[in-house]
Every structure is written in structure tokens, then in C-alpha cells.
């Protein structure tokens, strides 16, 4: 009771829960695009199960919260940097996202060899299983910013649930977005490009203040923006 009536509470849990979507927005665009190989029918189910398990993984982690401290301790230096368990695995995450949205790439423009229109349908527990590599990747960056602002686990749990069932309502319209335009899916790959550097370069102790990658997302979507306005009117005019 004394949570729901404490205003620093409930500015603590917005503000949280405004963050949590915000960086999950990279982990919604990631599972649009692995559901997107899938068959139709089955698209919806991963969506939905992948982002359940971000939740779950975030929640476990915030429990385990002394154990994620111990992740910032170095196990090893390289020179003048000490090398932590969160670096290692922020490392082989970028690692891993950088190689996953390279091949990515390379198969929506060089096609997947059956023809440029051809579309590979992947398995369903391959799909999971990457989506599970890349929630703990996401999900270590979201609670250690969930522990910096907020001292009780209550109000981070609470933030997290929100922030996922709000992404769960909009993954379905994103994936559907990201799907009709082959040049927001480009873009949306460029973007996972653009957080594995930032990943690997973190990992290698060379942090890269996040408004940076934010402010570069959101010019390249307002320029993309724009791109769809006017090609729009161009087939506005074509009719008539």
C-alpha cells in the first residue's frame, strides 16, 4: 500500500517503464525480423513467446540481482581494461548480431539461391533459440539500467511486465510495417548493424553514450519517413 500511494514511486515506475520499452525497441525489431521467416501461421506464436521470454529472463535477473553485480567484477585484464563477465557476454552478443544481421542482409539482397523472390521458411525452435541468445544480450542492458535508477525490486518487476505487455501489443504492427516495406527492413537490419558495434565496442570498454545510437536511429527513420511520403504521392499521382 505504501508503494501505491508514494508519488516517487509511481515516477519511479513511468519513468522505468518508458526506458524498458525504449530499449526493447531493438529486441522487437530483432524478433519481427527471425519471425518473419517463419510461416504465417506460426509468426504471432514467436512473437509472442520470444518477447515472454525477455520478460521472464529480465525478471530472473532483477531477483538474481547480486549475482548481475558480481557480472561488473573483471575476471581478467587486457592491458589497461578489465575484462568483466557483462563484457564478455555484450562482446559475443554483438558479435553474434552483427553476424546474424550481415547474413540477413546479404540474403535479402543476393537472394537465397532458389530464385530472388524465394522466401526460406526456418524452424521454429531455431528461431526461438536465437531469439533466447539475443534476449540475454538485451536483457543484461536493461536491468542493470533498471538497478542504476531504481532501488526496489517491486517497482523494477512491476516496470518490466508493463514495458513487455505494451511491446507485445505493438509487435504485431511493427512486424506487419517492417514486413509490407523491404526498405524498412534494410533499415531495421542497418539498426541491428548499428547496436552490435555498439555492443562489441562496450564489451571492449569503449562505451558509446546510448543518445548517440538513439539520435542516428531516429534521423535515419524521420529521412525513411520521408521516403515513404513521397513515394506514396508518386503512386498517388501514377493512378490519376
Known amino acids: 500500500m505504501e508503494l501505491l500511494t508514494s508519488l516517487d514511486a509511481w515516477i519511479a515506475l513511468i ?20 519471425a518473419s521467416k517463419l510461416e504465417q501461421g506460426q509468426q504471432a506464436r514467436a512473437r509472442t513467446l520470444g518477447l ?13 540481482i547480486v549475482w548481475i553485480g558480481r557480472l561488473t567484477m573483471p575476471l581478467f585484464s587486457i ?10 557476454i555484450l562482446l ?13 542482409i546479404h540474403e535479402k539482397i ?31 542492458d536493461s536491468v542493470i539500467t533498471a538497478v542504476g535508477m531504481v532501488d526496489d525490486v517491486r517497482i523494477m518487476v512491476t516496470a518490466v511486465i508493463v514495458a513487455v505487455g505494451i511491446m507485445l501489443i ?13 526498405t524498412v527492413k534494410m533499415l531495421a537490419l542497418g539498426f541491428l548493424l548499428l547496436i552490435g558495434m555498439s555492443l562489441v565496442a562496450d564489451g571492449a570498454g569503449f562505451h558509446i553514450p546510448k543518445g ?28 490519376y
Not at 548517440?212 to 529521412?223: D, E, H, R, T
Open 15 to 34: 519513468t522505468l517503464t518508458v526506458l524498458e520499452v525504449v530499449l526493447g525497441i531493438d529486441n522487437i525489431v530483432f524478433i519481427s525480423l527471425l
Open 52 to 64: 515472454s521470454m525477455a520478460m521472464l529472463m529480465r525478471i530472473a535477473m532483477l531477483i538474481l
Open 79 to 88: 592491458g589497461e581494461h578489465g575484462v568483466s563477465g557483462r563484457d564478455l
Open 92 to 104: 559475443f552478443g554483438g558479435l553474434f548480431l552483427l553476424g546474424k544481421a550481415t547474413h540477413e
Open 110 to 140: 543476393e537472394g537465397d539461391g532458389h530464385g530472388p523472390t524465394a522466401k526460406p521458411v526456418a524452424s521454429f525452435a531455431l528461431v526461438i533459440v536465437q531469439i533466447m541468445v539475443l534476449d540475454i544480450v538485451f536483457s543484461l
Open 170 to 182: 505493438a509487435a504485431g504492427a511493427v512486424s506487419n510495417f517492417v514486413e509490407r516495406h523491404p
Open 212 to 239: 548517440y545510437i538513439y539520435f542516428a536511429m531516429g534521423f535515419s527513420v524521420l529521412i525513411e519517413f520521408l521516403n515513404l511520403k513521397v513515394r506514396y504521392r508518386l503512386r498517388n499521382r501514377e493512378k
